[in-house]
């Protein structure tokens, strides 16, 4: 006869509390004008403002959880982690 496998309930919790391993950090920018904006914790950060047809990629001055870098029109922005 064969034994039944038991799963004690406790490691179950315990596995499906522990974060995903693939779940990037979130970040979020503001600038004036700002249309939207990426950036993932890199060296750039893509940044589209009103009044272009389109954005660009600028660098950025990492320090901790934020980053900031200037447009080629001279506008500052600036994203947090989240």
Same mark, same amino acid.
Request: net charge positive; hydrophobic share 40%; charged share 15%.
């Given at each position: 006869?064969?034994? *039944?496998?038991?799963? *004690? %309930?406790?490691?179950?919790?315990? &596995? %499906?509390?522990?974060? =995903?391993?693939?779940?990037? *950090? %979130?970040?979020?920018c503001e600038a004036p004008g700002?249309?939207?904006?990426?950036? +993932?914790?890199?060296?750039? =950060?893509?940044?589209?403002? +009103?009044? &272009?047809?389109?954005?660009?990629?600028?660098?950025v001055t990492r320090k901790g $959880?934020?980053?900031?870098?200037?447009? =080629? $029109?001279?506008? %500052? &922005?600036?994203?947090?982690?989240?």
């Amino acid at each position: 006869m064969r034994q *039944p496998i038991i799963v *004690p %309930s406790v490691a179950l919790c315990l &596995f %499906s509390a522990l974060p =995903a391993a693939h779940a990037a *950090p %979130s970040w979020t920018c503001e600038a004036p004008g700002l249309r939207t904006a990426k950036y +993932d914790g890199g060296a750039k =950060a893509y940044v589209h403002l +009103d009044g &272009f047809s389109r954005g660009g990629n600028y660098a950025v001055t990492r320090k901790g $959880n934020v980053a900031t870098g200037v447009t =080629a $029109n001279g506008t %500052s &922005f600036t994203c947090r982690l989240k």
